[in-house]
């Protein structure tokens, strides 16, 4: 079920690119199955869509994620 799960996932992502549920789930999945250069594909991506006048703090939470998966790499 992972294939169906990364699609899903990427789905998600690609309807609402800047929804924090689907960013973090569709980056844990893809960290999970080794792909970490993925997920920071995700994860940059995101950063750049997310509106300016964001106010769920996401931009922080997603430059933080990105901080730490390019340290894992």
Do not use: G, H
């Amino acid at each position: 079920m992972l294939k169906e799960a990364d699609f899903a996932y990427r789905q998600a992502w690609a309807l609402c690119p800047y929804s924090p549920e689907a960013i973090f789930r569709c980056a844990n999945l893809l960290v999970d199955q080794q792909r970490k250069f993925d997920a920071l594909v995700v994860a940059e991506t995101a950063a750049r869509v997310i509106p300016a006048d964001d106010i769920s703090n996401t931009k922080a939470q997603v430059d933080n994620l990105i901080r730490t998966l390019k340290a894992q790499q």
